[in-house]
């Protein structure tokens, strides 16, 4: 290893990669394409609560609530119910037991199912509580004996509601980071078509300097551009440090799994042609963010699910280290043997 | 210090079953050129990227300049200059960073693009992207390139292939200035005549192996046939072609027998070329 010559080469990938039109062209756009939809996207939350209720008995006063702020609409089943509030459409959903009446008669607690999303605030946990003791109390006219027994449906993620826009930030992330994994692949697959690699294998270069100064070229276009893009949104507000280590992860993901597509790739059509499938894949997670229980587990299967769960829980709940170590050790393994798996392969290629 | 700038010894390469090189064996000494001759498929540039550290032999060694290929791979390649068959230049970037950027890689600090711009017949072009330039002047940009480091040993594969006379001429040059420099030029080419012109000995390689290596000269006294060529007229107002084989006991009396009894239009000496000797030699010709 011989890092004035990787310093070299660093210093050239980087003056291609700006050379490249069409790379730079899509970079730019999707920057101010990304830029655009966070800022036009909702600054704020919309602050009526979205109330689903199932109750087999009638409870009219339940659905006839003109309180400012809830929105109480009934749904016909519990299962129904707990979809409603896994795709987004109520932030709680209330479900009364069947023999709700005769167990209050015989002076038992029912017990009331409380159903929320995996982001409701702490408030509204304790507030639903104290609705539904008081809703029963309007419906019976004096206090009811209740079990209220709470569920979250998908991840917990107590805090505060998040607004869209802030949602969109691990989605901007990884979009940028994956943006990359397109100028890279395409840098090296041209380095070994267009044997610029051999010509120079024939200087003191070795192979090892090569994919060192290509790791550093990746991941350093990856990670400024989404620590940039990152800290441009307020993203790096809470934790920074955390976001930047999973930023620098992802960075590396991003070139480990650039080297898988350039040992593949022989022009540029090909690489689009790889990349784009790749692309779609690691981008799936961050929609579990933007539309929280609309995918469901399988969704950890890709790597990238790690990073933007890390970067979602740090960037919009203030997650620290206690909470996200797990995902970073998961997305750090997922790198390490992607990366391994990218320098193997084409490793073989270059010689 | 060996005497010898590059040293084959039973150099053996295989691809699958196929045996690219094999078992081949010769010496270059410092300072001489070298012509690698073959047709495509010989080896000869599985020989090339044997001696310049590229692939590493199946069997035999490379010493270059006194030292194991094999086992000083990086210190060989300090003193080597290549310059290969496919254009293979940084096309987005102009002719001065290119050259730049090797000699860099060669730790080179005082370096001037320019010079050897001109030396290469592309002054003025320097700082235009290559992707801009003919064939020619990318091959010439090559050859520039490949003596960026002042090679001790220039490894040329087939420098002129395709070019125009002119870029062709320059890079014959360049070949000949580096040898006047002191450098060992091993030049694989498909042209006789270029070979013939340009190198100290020539190797005659074909399905792995060398089957001649010696002077152009030698190999021509050795294997070659020379002749008078005539055209003549014939008393029916015809042009026919006469030859008759020199260094024979019968050449005196047929060449005055033609001057007596034919009407001499045209004559010259006929000498063998690379290309013949090698057709006789492996039955098949350099160009297929």
């Known amino acids: 290893m011989n890092i004035h010559i990787i310093s070299i080469l660093v210093s050239k990938d980087l003056s291609l990669f700006f050379r490249k039109r069409a790379i730079i062209i899509l970079t730019f756009v999707g920057l101010i394409f990304y830029l655009v939809i966070y800022f036009v996207m909702p600054s704020s939350v919309d602050e009526n609560l979205k109330i689903g209720l199932y109750s087999p008995v009638s409870l009219p006063v339940f659905t006839q609530i003109d309180e400012e702020g809830l929105e109480i609409s009934p749904v016909e089943s519990e299962e129904m119910l707990k979809e409603a509030v896994l795709d987004g459409s109520y932030v709680v959903g209330i479900s009364i037991p069947v023999d709700v009446a005769e167990k209050l008669s015989s002076n038992q607690k029912p017990r009331v199912n409380l159903y929320f999303t995996p982001d409701a605030p702490q408030e509204i946990k304790d507030a639903m509580e104290v609705v539904v003791r008081e809703l029963a109390y309007m419906q019976t006219g004096q206090p009811l004996a209740f079990d209220v027994s709470e569920e979250i449906l998908g991840q917990d993620m107590t805090g505060t509601l998040i607004p869209p826009r802030d949602r969109l930030r691990p989605l901007l992330a990884i979009f940028i980071i994956m943006m990359e994994i397109l100028g890279l692949s395409n840098l090296i697959s041209e380095e070994i078509e267009r044997r610029t690699a051999q010509a120079l294998l024939v200087t003191p270069t070795t192979v090892t300097d090569i994919f060192i100064a290509k790791s550093i070229s990746g991941i350093g276009l990856a990670f400024v551009q989404a620590v940039l893009i990152m800290a441009i949104i307020g993203g790096m507000n809470r934790q920074p440090l955390i976001i930047l280590v999973s930023l620098l992860l992802g960075a590396a993901l991003a070139t480990g799994v650039s080297f898988l597509i350039s040992a593949r790739a022989r022009d540029f059509m090909s690489v689009l042609a790889w990349s784009f499938p790749i692309l779609i894949i690691l981008i799936i997670p961050s929609f579990t963010v933007m539309f929280p229980g609309a995918i469901t587990g399988w969704v950890k299967i890709i790597p990238s699910y790690y990073l933007v769960d890390t970067v979602h829980r740090a960037a919009n709940f203030g997650s620290g280290w206690g909470d996200v170590w797990v995902n970073l050790l998961i997305l750090f393994g997922f790198t390490a043997a992607i990366f391994w798996a990218g320098i193997y392969i084409l490793r073989r290629k270059f010689q | ?288």
């Open chain 2, 1 to 288: 210090m060996s005497d010898y700038a590059i040293v084959a010894e039973d150099l053996t390469y295989c691809y699958g079953d196929l045996v690219a090189v094999d078992h081949i064996n010769f010496k270059v000494a410092r300072g001489e050129i070298l012509g690698f001759l073959g047709p495509n498929g010989a080896g000869k540039t599985t020989t090339i990227n044997i001696l310049t550290g590229q692939m590493k032999p199946k069997s035999g060694r490379a010493i270059l300049l006194g030292m194991d290929v094999a086992e000083n791979v990086k210190k060989v390649k300090v003193d080597i200059g290549v310059c290969f068959e496919t254009t293979n230049l940084y096309e987005q970037m102009t002719a001065i960073e290119n050259l730049n950027l090797f000699a860099r890689l060669f730790g080179i600090k005082s370096f001037d693009a320019n010079v050897l711009l001109n030396r290469v017949g592309l002054e003025g072009r320097g700082k235009d992207r290559v992707e801009t330039y003919s064939k020619g002047m990318k091959q010439r940009l090559m050859v520039a390139r490949s003596i960026v480091n002042q090679p001790q040993i220039l490894f040329l594969d087939e420098p002129t292939a395709g070019l125009d006379p002119t870029s062709s001429k320059a890079i014959h040059n360049i070949i000949i200035q580096e040898r006047e420099r002191g450098a060992t030029v091993f030049l694989t080419t498909h042209d006789m005549m270029e070979a013939d012109k340009l190198s100290d000995r020539v190797s005659f390689m074909n399905q792995g192996r060398i089957v001649a290596l010696d002077t152009p000269l030698n190999l021509k006294q050795q294997y070659g046939k020379r002749a008078l060529k005539a055209k003549v007229i014939t008393p029916g107002g015809k042009l026919e072609d006469r030859e008759i084989a020199l260094d024979t006991a019968e050449t005196p009396g047929s060449v005055k027998e033609l001057f007596s009894q034919e009407n001499v239009v045209t004559i010259h000496s006929k000498e063998a070329t690379l290309e013949d000797i090698f057709i006789k030699i492996t039955g098949r010709g350099l160009v297929e």
